[in-house]
């Protein structure tokens, strides 16, 4: 199993500032993923973040906005950017490790954004 | 147009009741049906996987069954607790994980 912490598990910030959201996982995987759940919402991928590669965006995700860094096999940042209140959402950092006979996909805890 | 539904959209029962969660999908191709449970302000937990060739997995008092036909799976859970209080999550994935479609989720509130 993996064990997935964020940090912040919440905030709210101001219009137009940006927020840097961190995922720690317990143990080295190669699959990072980066979901958001509006409110009342099911899920949403965002991006797909590989340890060594650029990370792939989801159609209507652009790096721009949300750009992502993976520096190691166990770390990975989203930054929400140039936030408007559309971005209020959690924001929830996964990763898929490899079983006998399928994948398990772990998530974190989600960070509540909230943007005035 | 790849989608998961779920029904109901929300569901309260008496603890000690049996309930039955619906998911439909229209994924294709289909490699697996995953349920997840998700508590207030907490990430989803994986209850059940189910590949093509299985039609029912238990985990505990949950049991999920899968009609890759019809595309249909259920979710059945046996003897509520007030801990099974949480949105339940059909998952279906094709090909990949970057191909995962989520449902909107049933919300539970188990009373005593």
Known sequence: SAVISQKPSRDICQRGTSLTIQCQVDSQVTMMFWYRQQPGQSLTLIATANQGSEATYESGFVIDKFPISRPNLTFSTLTVSNMSPEDSSIYLCSVLLAGLETDTQYFGPGTRLTVL | ?112
């Open chain 2, 1 to 112: 147009k790849n989608q998961v539904e779920q029904s109901p959209q929300s569901l309260i029962i008496l603890e000690g009741k049996n309930c039955t969660l619906q998911c439909n999908y229209t994924v294709s191709p289909f490699s697996n049906l995953r349920w997840y449970k998700q508590d207030t302000g907490r990430g989803p937990v994986s209850l059940t996987i189910m590949t093509f060739s299985e039609n029912t997995k238990s985990n505990g008092r949950y049991t999920a069954t899968l009609d890759a036909d019809t595309k249909q799976s259920s979710l059945h859970i046996t003897a509520s607790q007030l801990s099974d209080s949480a949105s339940y999550i059909c998952v279906v994935i094709r090909g990949g994980y970057q191909k995962v479609t989520f449902g909107t989720g049933t919300k539970l509130q188990v009373i005593p």
